[in-house]
């Protein structure tokens, strides 16, 4: 593995059903993050992990939740999902802000999610 | 809150020529991201820009940072086809790690 990786590549969904998606990372970073992309609204930050063991929510956590029980994964999980969660989410990575002057993201290749 | 608003979110040009992406942003904020993304891919980082006055240079595009206007640009010179993408800006807030991203400009560089 290099960098982060993201599963499925893309999935249809019916609605209700409960769907995690995964993401590891192999950098060893400290803050992971899960965004969702839709046309027109840029990417929007759902929930974010500066450690491991916490979490934290962005703009749009509604309908979604994570944990971090370890450094290299982030799991997003929709209890039950709905058709406004179609899009496509991202996943992300960075050092903490302490141990890094630059504190770039790196982002995963994403998952295409369609909730019928 | 922070917000980040760029300018043009659609921008078509020809081979050859010059243009400047603007990406202003609302409260203070410790650094500055540009990224690129091609359809369908995901996102890859360009620069980071951590203090006012910085300029950063690769390629055709160069980057500045004016914390003081909250003001960052992203500047093509003599485009070419293969800089076609969208590009975006993102601010990170002084409290964290948690970057607030600009809606996209998508450029499209004609021949």
């Known amino acids: 593995i290099a960098g982060i990786t993201q599963a499925p590549t893309s999935q249809i969904l019916a609605a209700g059903r409960r769907m995690t998606l995964r993401c590891t990372q192999d950098?060893?970073?400290?803050?992971m993050y899960w965004y969702r992309q839709d046309l027109g609204l840029g990417l929007r930050l759902i929930h974010y992990?500066?450690?491991?063991?916490?979490?934290g929510k962005g703009e749009v956590p509604d309908g979604y939740s994570v944990s971090r029980a370890n450094t290299d994964d982030f799991p997003l999980t929709l209890a039950s999902a709905v058709p406004s969660q179609t899009s496509v989410y991202f996943c992300a990575s960075s050092d903490s802000p302490r141990t890094s002057s630059y504190n770039e993201q790196f982002f995963g290749p994403g998952t295409r999610l369609t909730v019928l | 809150e922070l917000k980040v608003e760029q300018n043009p979110l659609f921008l078509s040009m020809q081979e050859g020529k010059n243009y400047t992406i603007y990406c202003n942003y609302s409260?203070?904020?410790?650094?500055l991201y540009w990224y690129r993304q091609d359809p369908g891919k995901s996102l890859e980082s360009l620069f980071v820009?951590?203090?006012?006055?910085a300029v950063k240079q690769e390629g055709r595009l160069m980057a500045s940072l004016d914390t003081k206007a909250r003001l960052s640009t992203l500047h093509i010179t003599a485009a070419v086809h293969d800089l076609s993408a969208t590009y975006f800006c993102a601010g990170q807030e002084t409290s964290g790690s948690r970057l607030t991203f600009g809606e996209g400009t998508q450029l499209t560089v004609n021949p």
């Open positions: 992990s500066n450690t491991a063991g916490t979490t």
């Open positions: 950098m060893r970073h400290n803050a």
């Open positions: 409260t203070t904020s410790d650094r």
């Open positions: 820009l951590l203090s006012n006055g």
